[in-house]
């Protein structure tokens, strides 16, 4: 069974930087797909990123683009999120998640199969 595991999270302050990291433990991930997503108190569970592994291709949200970069990290087989010019509206608990196989819904929580706990960011204004 694989189980994913976000570290990271924190609180900063609007403009700061964060980087989300993402570990498999138990089994190694060898999907195709992994993404991240997050939710604010009251809120659906949206949509982030996601990582193309076969292709090498990111996949971002308009609200995250130019702020925001996935990338994979080849030894543990999963993906960081590294933010930038971060704003009070991204406060929320972000979560990593896989699946084994690429799916065109990159970007709908419910096609994902692994998922981790979730770490919070909290933008202060």
């Known amino acids: 069974q694989v189980q994913l595991v976000e570290s990271g999270g924190g609180l900063v302050q609007a403009g700061d930087s964060l980087t989300l990291s993402c570990a498999a433990s138990g089994r190694p991930f060898s999907g195709n797909a992994m993404g991240w997503f997050r939710q604010a108190p009251g809120e659906e569970r949206e949509f982030v990123a996601a990582f193309r592994w076969e292709l090498n291709r990111p996949y971002y949200a308009d609200s995250v683009k130019g702020r925001f970069t996935i990338s994979k990290d080849n030894a543990r087989k999963t993906v960081s999120l590294q933010m930038n010019k971060l704003r009070p509206e991204d406060t929320a608990i972000y979560y990593c998640?896989?699946?084994?196989?690429?799916?065109?819904?990159?970007?709908?929580?419910?096609?994902?199969?692994?998922w981790g706990q979730g770490t919070q960011v909290t933008v202060s204004s």
């Open positions: 998640a896989g699946r084994l196989h690429w799916t065109v819904a990159y970007y709908n929580a419910e096609q994902y199969t692994y």
